[in-house]
């Protein structure tokens, strides 16, 4: 089964294929420029470097958030014109799962993925890796980061990874000393996206793309002030 998987919802948008439990190609760009054009050239590439075209995928996996408003927009009617147009399903996958799905290889039980939301807060989550299974013990929300920090295990180490961490980071050097680790990971998600999306579509949960729906965990700051 093959997926073509986008992420959108930071400033490390990224693409890729994906085969079954293979990455055959990712291409990210960290850079806080606009996916607009950015997405096109990076699938674009991807065709370029492999075999076959949007016609031989049977799927798409996508990051319908939390992240950027506008990011996500891209992502999601993207995603939505090569499903219209093939008759394909969607993936929807969490942009905080994808994250900690990228560090489960990284030998730390408890990992916390999460994102600068702007305005004092943070978009995170709380996972666990135990017998190759993820769990989540603190659910996806926007967070203040005392809050959340709050609802996180005192004794136990966990390991941090996300443009959000630099808004805890504070907090962390003077409370949680060496229970904080921090991963050095590259931010690119695309990959984790098509793999964990390639599983919702094998198992017939995938959605048609009038279904995609963003997942925003809160309101924009121009719908709070109409």
Request: proline share 7%; net charge positive.
């Amino acid at each position: 089964m093959k997926i073509l998987a986008v992420d959108t919802t930071t400033g490390s948008g990224s693409a890729a294929i994906v085969e079954d439990d293979r990455v055959l190609a990712e291409i990210g760009v960290d850079s806080f420029g606009t996916h607009s054009t950015r997405l096109p050239a990076a699938i674009e590439a991807l065709f370029g470097a492999l075999p076959g075209t949007i016609r031989d995928m049977d799927g798409f996996a996508v990051t319908p958030g939390p992240g950027s408003f506008t990011g996500i927009r891209i992502g999601l009617s993207t995603i939505q014109a090569f499903a219209f147009a093939s008759g394909k399903p969607i993936a929807p996958v969490s942009s905080l799962r994808a994250m900690a799905w990228k560090l489960r290889g990284d030998g730390v039980p408890l990992v916390c993925p999460l994102h600068d939301a702007k305005r004092s807060e943070i978009y995170a989550a709380l996972f666990s890796f135990e017998n190759g299974r993820m769990n989540i013990l603190v659910p996806e929300g926007a967070y203040p980061p005392d809050r959340f920090l709050a609802l996180l295990p005192k004794s136990r180490k966990i390991l941090f990874f996300g443009g959000g961490f630099r808004v805890i980071e504070p907090i962390l050097s003077t409370r949680w000393k060496d229970r904080a680790l921090r991963s050095s990971r590259t931010p690119f998600i695309a990959a984790e996206v098509g793999l964990l999306g390639a599983g919702i579509i094998a198992e017939g949960r995938g959605i048609a793309p009038d279904a995609l729906e963003p997942l925003y965990l809160r309101r924009s700051q121009a719908e709070e002030v109409r």
